[in-house]
T-cell receptor, first 113, second 114 residues
């Protein structure tokens, strides 16, 4: 079963930051937090992942609380093309021998003009 | 980033026939690949873990004789839906992890059984 909880839907104005929360209160010390998004009828797209430090890449920032029980994905300047379902997943990492990705229901983000 | 490619993107088949879906890692080797199924308006459901050179590991409730998985090389895994029925119509997606812990997904295969 998925080990994360996300709001089912969120709206965001175009050009504003989108902050997507995720609760993972039962996360283990060796589990990473992964974020993916899925645009309709396509395969999921990798966004970012982290263990305990905040991470940033060209797509987004990942803020993980100090107790690691929750995290927030930040899209700094949302565009209409960011409209998608966003999935937060915890996974035991270990390179390509690590644990599997179990998807929850995700958050449907709608970016509006 | 790394690329995972699926073929075909969509397929229509008659009830009772078998359909093979290919998943390739184009620029990296993958000893493990994962197969998912997704019904409309639902999340991805993990079906099985494909292991290069050994038998696949199936999730609870997934029929191994119906969904045959072969992982014959480090860059190719195949999923064969045998004796397909209309209830097998779904979106099938594969994924693989690179050595630096990022998982990439194929574009998915839309299967329609008529």
């Amino acid at each position: 079963d998925a080990k994360t909880t996300q709001p089912p839907s969120m709206d965001c104005a175009e050009g504003r930051a989108a902050n997507l929360p995720c609760n993972h209160s039962t996360i283990s010390g060796n589990e990473y937090v992964y974020w993916y998004r899925q645009i309709h009828s396509q395969g999921p797209q990798y966004i970012i992942h982290g263990l305990k430090n905040n991470e940033t890449n060209e797509m987004a920032s990942l803020i993980i609380t100090e107790d690691r029980k929750s995290s927030t994905l930040i899209l700094p300047h949302a565009t209409l093309r960011d409209t998608a379902v966003y999935y937060c997943i915890v996974r035991v990492s270990g390179g390509n021998q690590g644990g599997k990705l179990i998807f929850g229901q995700g958050t449907e983000l709608s970016v509006k003009p | 980033g790394a690329v995972v490619s699926q073929h075909p993107s969509w397929v229509i088949c008659k009830s009772g026939t078998s359909v093979k879906i290919e998943c390739r890692s184009l620029d990296f080797q993958a000893t493990t690949m994962f197969w998912y199924r997704q019904f409309p308006k639902q999340s991805l459901m993990l079906m099985a873990t494909s292991n290069e050179g050994s038998k696949a590991t199936y999730e609870q409730g997934v029929e191994k004789d119906k969904f045959l998985i072969n992982h014959a090389s480090l860059t190719l895994s195949t999923l064969t839906v045998t004796s397909a029925h209309p209830e097998d119509s779904s979106f099938y997606i594969c994924s693989a992890f690179t050595s630096n812990t990022e998982a990439f997904f194929g574009q998915g295969t839309r299967l329609t059984v008529v």
